[in-house]
């Protein structure tokens, strides 16, 4: 991991804790075809913090999250222009394959997607049995830790070896969190992890969401304002593809310098 | 509306749903029939002796087509292993790599392939490979006997064979016809054609660069015709092809995209996401498709007459004829022997067996397609 970084004054947290950002975003375009995604997007996201992305359907912030792992690809129509640094290494660097970064920067879909011809443990190790880890102790270990931090363990350590969709949607989706911890990323992005579950099981991904910034920096795309509000220190607003504003998670919910981002956080619109 | 318009046309919806009904119940008449037709005329010749003997000699009762169930396994055995790898791999690229012109392209010929008549498959690898190969020998003129016609030719093994020469036979473009246009020493490489009901040898001057490589190969050739297991094997295999190809394709798009993309988010490159993601979660359809194809072509009659022709005794080597049920039941039915026909009969009804035996093996394995492995 790159140490020697020079401190982006521009970040919302970093003005009081001083520490580097994991991320910076400069001059982010994205084009699908002719549409214009993304549009001049730039952010710097801070190390082992939750950054919450907001906005209504349609305003970029999947794509967004998305041209973090270079996933956005796999749309042969797409095309971006500008610059990403995952701690200080530029990801769209000719040298860089896509595969590389995406062994950095972990992701956790909407839809909880574990693979259904594997078992529990399959599961979780897969992204390092199919990297080509073939030590068993390696992967024992990393199961249980992975589980661990997805806090899945207790739920699930009397039966590994079970189908993984035997378990329930919760269930399933912590699976997922910690199928993409196992690789050991440095940064987790999630997009909408929760928005598929009940109540409780969203509870438990918040609670899990903040445990895993001590060691994580986190990424969380939401249309759940009271997510936003309750589980991320800063907040982006997106809309219609432009970033409009960016701020500590607090500021943003209660005293916002945008009337845009006042109206759709108090849910006048979106 | 009126009462009288309404009566009319609840009639009318009657009608038409009874019309659809028996028409949806005539697709299972026709297997009823075939299969009571099959049974009261088969089963009393199915026994023991009919699926371990050879066929006996005309006119002798009994006997069995063990050679010809062990050739239908054999053939579909060698289909497979042209036809499986080439279109499960095939239908992998279309269905996960996007390069939409030649995907459509390969598509489309894949659909027109499917539609072929299977006799035209026949001719196709007949001409392509039966043909050139109906090579009995090749090696060095020994001996030339004018009178009778007659040219003897010397194998690299030592073998030597005589062969007629019909009077018209173009031996040399330049040097004319005849056997004096081929002295002794003359390199030569002997085909066969029909002249009426007699053989006729005919040398080869300028084989092709494909005629040339069948004919290396040919060197291990005992076939006098040119008919062989490997020609029957493969004209099963490469109408496999397509076939295997499309429900690939079928059945990887049905793989949700979001395992697609969870597995390269973990860094797993593409080829290997596609192996042990994709194909794994699709295994159960694939293998449903590749048995559907199987049961297709493990009943096909007219392309192995062109290729496998047909073998009333055991196959030894894939460079000879072989023969399958398919065939059997054919040459049986269109002989003059009661014993015979009603071996046909008892042919028809193993076959058709097999070929439901593959179909609800299939209906069986894609009940619970969507269903995880047991705990």
Same mark, same amino acid.
């Given at each position: 991991?790159?140490?020697?970084?020079?401190?982006?004054?521009?970040?919302?947290?970093?003005?009081?804790?001083?520490?580097?950002?994991?991320?910076?975003?400069?001059?982010?375009?994205?084009?699908?075809?002719?549409?214009?995604?993304?549009?001049?997007?730039?952010?710097?996201? $801070?190390?082992?913090?939750?950054?919450?992305?907001?906005?209504?359907?349609?305003?970029?912030?999947?794509?967004?999250?998305?041209?973090?792992?270079?996933?956005?690809?796999?749309?042969?129509?797409?095309?971006?222009?500008?610059?990403?640094?995952?701690?200080?290494?530029?990801?769209?660097?000719?040298?860089?394959?896509?595969?590389?970064?995406?062994?950095?920067?972990?992701?956790?879909?909407?839809?909880?997607?574990?693979?259904?011809?594997?078992?529990?443990?399959?599961?979780?190790?897969?992204?390092?049995?199919?990297?080509?880890?073939?030590?068993?102790?390696?992967?024992?270990?990393?199961?249980?830790?992975?589980?661990?931090?997805?806090?899945?363990?207790?739920?699930?350590?009397?039966?590994?070896?079970?189908?993984?969709?035997?378990?329930?949607?919760?269930?399933?989706?912590?699976?997922?969190? $910690?199928?993409?911890?196992?690789?050991?990323?440095?940064?987790?992005?999630?997009?909408?992890?929760?928005?598929?579950?009940?109540?409780?099981?969203?509870?438990?991904?918040?609670?899990?969401?903040?445990?895993?910034?001590?060691?994580?920096?986190?990424?969380?795309?939401?249309?759940?304002?009271?997510?936003?509000?309750?589980?991320?220190? $800063?907040?982006?607003?997106?809309?219609?593809?432009?970033?409009?504003?960016?701020?500590?998670?607090?500021?943003?919910?209660?005293?916002?310098?945008?009337?845009?981002?006042?109206?759709?956080?108090?849910?006048?619109?979106? | 509306?009126?009462?009288?318009?309404?009566?009319?046309?609840?009639?009318?919806?009657?009608?038409?749903?009874?019309?659809?009904?028996?028409?949806?119940?005539?697709?299972?008449?026709?297997?009823?029939?075939?299969?009571?037709?099959?049974?009261?005329?088969?089963?009393?010749?199915?026994?023991?002796?009919?699926?371990?003997?050879?066929?006996?000699?005309?006119?002798?009762?009994?006997?069995?087509?063990?050679?010809?169930?062990?050739?239908?396994?054999?053939?579909?055995?060698?289909?497979?292993?042209?036809?499986?790898?080439?279109?499960?791999?095939?239908?992998?690229?279309?269905?996960?790599?996007?390069?939409?012109?030649?995907?459509?392209?390969?598509?489309?010929?894949?659909?027109?392939?499917?539609?072929?008549?299977?006799?035209?498959?026949?001719?196709?690898?007949?001409?392509?490979?039966?043909?050139?190969?109906?090579?009995?020998?090749?090696?060095?003129?020994?001996?030339?006997?004018?009178?009778?016609?007659?040219?003897?030719?010397?194998?690299?093994?030592?073998?030597?064979?005589?062969?007629?020469?019909?009077?018209?036979?173009?031996?040399?473009?330049?040097?004319?016809?005849?056997?004096?246009?081929?002295?002794?020493?003359?390199?030569?490489?002997?085909?066969?054609?029909?002249?009426?009901?007699?053989?006729?040898?005919?040398?080869?001057?300028?084989?092709?660069?494909?005629?040339?490589?069948?004919?290396?190969?040919?060197?291990?050739?005992?076939?006098?015709?040119?008919?062989?297991?490997?020609?029957?094997?493969?004209?099963?295999?490469?109408?496999?092809?397509?076939?295997?190809?499309?429900?690939?394709?079928?059945?990887?798009?049905?793989?949700?995209?979001?395992?697609?993309?969870?597995?390269? %988010?973990?860094?797993?490159?593409?080829?290997?996401?596609?192996?042990?993601?994709?194909?794994?979660?699709?295994?159960?359809?694939?293998?449903?498709?590749?048995?559907?194809?199987?049961?297709?072509?493990?009943?096909?009659? %007219?392309?192995?007459?062109?290729?496998?022709?047909?073998?009333?005794?055991?196959?030894?080597?894939?460079?000879?004829?072989?023969?399958?049920?398919?065939?059997?039941?054919?040459?049986?039915?269109?002989?003059?022997?009661?014993?015979?026909?009603?071996?046909?009969?008892?042919?028809?009804?193993?076959?058709?067996?097999?070929?439901?035996?593959?179909?609800?093996?299939?209906?069986?394995?894609?009940?619970?397609?969507?269903?995880?492995?047991?705990?």
């Amino acid at each position: 991991m790159a140490a020697i970084l020079k401190p982006m004054p521009n970040h919302p947290l970093d003005q009081k804790s001083g520490s580097s950002p994991a991320l910076t975003v400069r001059g982010l375009s994205i084009f699908f075809g002719t549409h214009e995604v993304l549009k001049k997007v730039d952010i710097d996201i $801070a190390a082992r913090a939750v950054t919450a992305i907001i906005g209504p359907s349609g305003c970029g912030k999947s794509t967004f999250l998305r041209a973090i792992n270079r996933m956005h690809e796999l749309n042969p129509d797409a095309r971006m222009e500008g610059e990403i640094r995952l701690f200080g290494d530029n990801i769209y660097s000719r040298d860089v394959e896509a595969v590389m970064v995406r062994r950095r920067v972990g992701m956790v879909f909407q839809k909880s997607n574990p693979f259904p011809t594997m078992s529990i443990a399959e599961n979780v190790t897969v992204g390092l049995r199919l990297n080509g880890v073939r030590d068993r102790r390696i992967l024992t270990e990393r199961t249980e830790e992975s589980l661990r931090m997805a806090a899945l363990w207790d739920e699930v350590k009397d039966r590994l070896n079970d189908p993984a969709i035997s378990l329930s949607g919760g269930q399933q989706q912590r699976l997922c969190i $910690a199928r993409a911890l196992a690789v050991q990323p440095e940064v987790l992005l999630m997009d909408e992890p929760a928005s598929a579950l009940d109540p409780l099981a969203t509870q438990k991904i918040e609670d899990l969401i903040i445990e895993l910034k001590k060691d994580y920096t986190i990424v969380i795309v939401t249309h759940n304002m009271q997510q936003a509000a309750r589980s991320s220190d $800063a907040t982006a607003f997106f809309y219609l593809g432009e970033l409009v504003e960016y701020g500590p998670t607090t500021k943003i919910f209660t005293n916002p310098a945008q009337k845009r981002t006042e109206d759709y956080v108090t849910g006048r619109f979106g | 509306m009126t009462a009288n318009n309404h009566r009319w046309r609840k009639a009318k919806n009657s009608f038409m749903q009874a019309l659809t009904m028996v028409c949806a119940v005539l697709v299972i008449l026709p297997l009823l029939l075939v299969f009571f037709h099959l049974v009261t005329q088969g089963a009393t010749s199915i026994n023991w002796a009919f699926f371990t003997q050879l066929p006996k000699p005309v006119g002798e009762v009994g006997g069995g087509v063990a050679n010809a169930i062990v050739g239908t396994f054999t053939l579909i055995v060698l289909a497979s292993l042209l036809g499986v790898p080439v279109g499960v791999l095939g239908g992998v690229f279309l269905s996960e790599y996007a390069y939409p012109r030649l995907n459509w392209w390969l598509r489309f010929t894949a659909d027109v392939i499917n539609g072929v008549p299977s006799i035209t498959w026949g001719m196709v690898v007949y001409g392509l490979i039966v043909v050139p190969i109906a090579v009995p020998f090749h090696g060095i003129v020994k001996s030339v006997d004018p009178e009778r016609h007659l040219v003897t030719v010397q194998n690299p093994a030592g073998n030597a064979r005589s062969f007629t020469i019909g009077p018209q036979t173009r031996w040399n473009l330049d040097a004319g016809t005849g056997v004096e246009s081929v002295p002794p020493g003359t390199a030569v490489i002997v085909a066969f054609h029909m002249d009426g009901s007699r053989q006729v040898a005919e040398q080869i001057n300028a084989p092709s660069a494909w005629r040339l490589a069948l004919l290396r190969l040919a060197a291990l050739h005992d076939s006098v015709s040119g008919f062989s297991t490997l020609a029957g094997g493969l004209v099963l295999g490469l109408m496999m092809i397509p076939l295997i190809m499309r429900t690939t394709e079928e059945v990887l798009q049905l793989v949700p995209s979001g395992y697609r993309e969870a597995a390269l %988010a973990l860094g797993i490159a593409q080829w290997r996401m596609i192996a042990q993601i994709v194909v794994r979660t699709a295994t159960k359809g694939i293998v449903t498709g590749v048995l559907l194809a199987l049961a297709r072509v493990a009943g096909e009659t %007219a392309p192995l007459l062109f290729t496998a022709f047909g073998n009333n005794y055991w196959t030894h080597k894939l460079t000879q004829p072989i023969d399958a049920l398919p065939l059997k039941i054919y040459n049986y039915a269109i002989s003059p022997y009661d014993d015979w026909h009603r071996q046909a009969w008892a042919g028809a009804l193993v076959l058709i067996l097999l070929v439901c035996t593959i179909n609800v093996g299939v209906r069986i394995l894609t009940r619970d397609r969507f269903s995880g492995r047991k705990p």
